[in-house]
């Protein structure tokens, strides 16, 4: 199950999100956003955080337990930005020793854009894009 976290549970999400990118929750904060939670029973397996629209674009963030991305999970993910915002594309950073992020979000239909040289804390972040067209799942 996914839902939008609101108060005390976004409080917690957003800080769970930042410990496991290892950036303050500020970071993640400092525009607009909106915040979802994935859940097995009353276990909170995963986070998604949309920030920074404009234009059509969005920015995706996200993280979670292994095996948290489960079909709902991906139609939900896809489904918010490209139906409820009608945006033309998600763009997601990921550090680039993280191989298992880049590689989730080629198998998403992320396609690699560029890299951000020494953006976070000195480390590489690697620019992936998804048109709505491209979409894999939902």
């Not at 199950?1 to 496991?20: E, H, N, P, T, V």
């Amino acid at each position: 199950m996914i839902a939008q976290a609101f108060g005390d549970q976004a409080q917690r999400a957003i800080a769970y999100l930042a410990k496991r990118l290892e950036v303050s929750p500020g970071a993640l904060t400092a525009t607009p956003y909106t915040v979802f939670l994935a859940c097995k029973g009353t276990d909170a397996t995963g986070v998604i955080l949309y920030k920074n629209y404009s234009s059509g674009d969005i920015e995706m963030v996200c993280a979670g337990e292994p095996g948290w991305v489960t079909p709902g999970v991906l139609k939900f993910v896809f489904s918010y930005p490209f139906e409820q915002l009608n945006c033309n594309r998600i763009t997601c950073l990921a550090h680039r020793k993280n191989k298992a992020m880049r590689g989730y979000l080629e198998r998403m239909g992320f396609k690699l854009e560029g890299v951000k040289r020494k953006a976070l804390n000195g480390a590489d972040l690697c620019i992936y894009g998804l048109l709505k067209g491209e979409k894999r799942w939902g």
